[in-house]
């Protein structure tokens, strides 16, 4: 299990380190999100969900459509989150690349989610880390995104306990080694909630009602390969969305909306994923 939480850290940390070459002025978002994801197929692994591209105030959720046309222009504030998985044992890294001037922002990100790593041991608690990541984001002058968490991992479920919020709250729970999970700091000169907004090109599988539409069956059929982990639109040879919407309707799918800043100010991103051991926290991504 440990190994190939590893091998797809390993391939997220080279995939990381290319990425940031290929976001500049001009490139399409759908270039970057299928180089990462055929990246990560062709180094012997499956993304663990779609490769999430959030501009400025998107924080979240947010995938290039099949034939997308946007481009990356200067000023934009650019999130690429990117999970991969092994036989459905995931790790899962985010970076904020930076076209504009938001260098206090980024940074901030950045250094909560190093501090907060570098206090993780055994026995001590979520609560802990979470007030780690408030306090480094209120010496930047910014807030951390309060509904949006870290979380740990399941086979094939990429947002598993421990929920990590990035504030302190009331009770935490412990941390003990062996533990896998994502450190996963949002920060933003907002208001610091994120809200839904009508974009959704991002799905998962939740129920396994029969459904009776021949064009249901296809789209389930297609996507039964990723089982429960998120899957985009645009992977889909004929993605109807009249068909997706009555899936979500029956609560066969979910979607995810868009993850919006409510005050539409710009957010940050910074993740890692790591496994605690006797005297640390270990990055594997």
Not at 72 to 83: E, N, Q, S, T
Not at 92 to 100: E, F, H, S, V
Request: overall charge negative; aromatic content about 6%.
């Amino acid at each position: 299990m440990i190994e190939k939480h590893e091998k797809a850290g390993e391939i997220l940390k080279q995939i990381r380190e290319e990425v940031v070459k290929l976001v500049k002025p001009e490139t399409k978002m759908l270039e970057v999100a299928e180089f990462v994801e055929g990246k990560i197929a062709e180094l012997g692994a499956q993304p663990a969900f779609p490769c999430n591209i959030s501009l400025n105030e998107d924080a979240a959720h947010c995938t290039p459509s099949k034939n997308d046309q946007r481009a990356f222009k200067d000023g934009d504030l650019v999130k690429i989150d990117m999970g991969a998985h092994v036989d459905g044992y995931i790790a899962d890294t985010a970076i904020t690349i930076d076209l504009g001037e938001h260098g206090e922002l980024v940074e901030c990100a950045e250094v909560a989610l190093k501090k907060a790593i570098e206090i993780i041991e055994p026995g001590i608690t979520t609560s802990e880390i979470g007030e780690e990541i408030e306090s480094v984001a209120k010496e930047f002058g910014f807030k951390p995104v309060y509904n949006l968490t870290g979380h740990g991992f399941m086979p094939y479920i990429a947002h598993a306990p421990p929920t990590i919020y990035n504030y302190r709250v009331e009770k935490g729970i412990k941390i003990e080694e062996g533990m896998i999970f994502a450190i996963e700091p949002f920060m933003t000169s907002g208001a610091g909630r994120v809200s839904e907004r009508s974009e959704t090109e991002i799905y998962s599988v939740v129920s396994s009602k029969p459904v009776r539409m021949r064009m249901a069956r296809e789209i389930l059929a297609e996507v039964e390969k990723h089982k429960t982990l998120p899957f985009a639109k645009r992977w889909l040879s004929n993605p109807r969305e009249i068909i997706i919407s009555k899936l979500v309707r029956d609560g066969i799918l979910r979607a995810y909306p868009v993850l919006t800043e409510v005050t539409r100010e710009p957010v940050s991103q910074a993740e890692h994923t790591v496994i605690v051991e006797e005297n640390g926290a270990r990055i594997i991504t």
